[in-house]
């Protein structure tokens, strides 16, 4: 069975300071991974994911992320942070092949970024 | 293009209540979802259509949740009788295809339940 697990509940930063929110995945077979973000009394958005091909994945509003096969990681980088990136933030798979699309999500980051 | 609808966006009941939420996906995405998420915890698939056939509801507790998606467009989740545990945000999600290969997934502004 597969299984997300976000290794910090809370990240508080500093405005224009670097972030990386971590996300490490259990799974036998191959994987989609996503990052999804949530704002207050908002539901969730997708910032970026994972398919297949270039291990660097591009998102939007700044964020990339790298997935890493052999320590079974997917980590959430952004270089320079803003007050309006303060949101809970979702990493999550599915399987790779054969799959109905469901969503395995991990226990979710609260990122504070603070002035 | 309009996204995910829900409605109502708040609802405070009393244990043993029933009580229904409403989905209407983006125009023409054949799958829809609804996700259960409490409090300091990642969304939980409660069930899962394509079109209007179900296609995964082994995570709904079925005594007590049913839902329906007829016509294959516009979904109904309902709670009879309502537990204090079934406190949480229903989230409602959909996808253009049969949501495998990765498909992205677009999900409403939730349904927030608090059980008293």
């Known amino acids: 069975a597969q299984s997300v697990t976000q290794l910090d509940s809370q990240v508080p930063v500093f405005e224009e300071a670097p972030v990386e929110l971590r996300c490490n995945y259990s799974?036998?077979?191959?994987?989609?991974l996503f990052w999804y973000v949530q704002y207050p009394n908002q539901g969730l958005q997708l910032l970026l994911k994972y398919l297949s091909g270039s291990t660097l994945v591009k998102g939007i509003n700044g964020f990339e992320a790298e997935f890493n096969k052999s320590q079974t990681s997917f980590h959430l980088r952004k270089p320079s942070v803003h007050i309006s990136d303060t949101a809970e933030y979702f990493c999550?798979?599915?399987?790779?092949?054969?799959?109905?699309?469901?969503?395995?999500f991990g226990q979710g980051t609260t990122l504070q970024v603070k002035p | 293009e309009a996204g995910v609808a829900q409605s109502p966006r708040y609802k405070i009941i009393e244990k043993r209540q029933s009580v229904a939420f409403w989905c209407n996906p983006i125009?023409?995405?054949?799958?829809l979802y609804w996700y259960q998420q409490i409090l300091g915890q990642g969304p939980k698939l409660l069930i899962q259509f394509q079109n209007n056939g179900v296609v995964d509801d082994s995570q709904l507790p079925k005594d007590r949740f049913s839902a329906e998606r007829l016509k294959g467009v516009d979904s109904t989740l309902k709670i009879q009788p309502a537990k204090l545990e079934d406190s949480a945000v229903y989230l409602c999600?959909?996808?253009?295809?049969?949501?495998?290969?990765?498909?992205?997934?677009?999900f409403g502004p939730g349904t927030r339940l608090l059980v008293l």
């Open positions: 999600a959909s996808s253009l295809l049969a949501g495998g290969r990765g498909e992205t997934q677009y």
């Open positions: 799974s036998s077979v191959s994987v989609y």
């Open positions: 999550a798979v599915t399987l790779g092949s054969g799959n109905t699309g469901k969503l395995i």
């Open positions: 125009s023409g995405h054949a799958t």
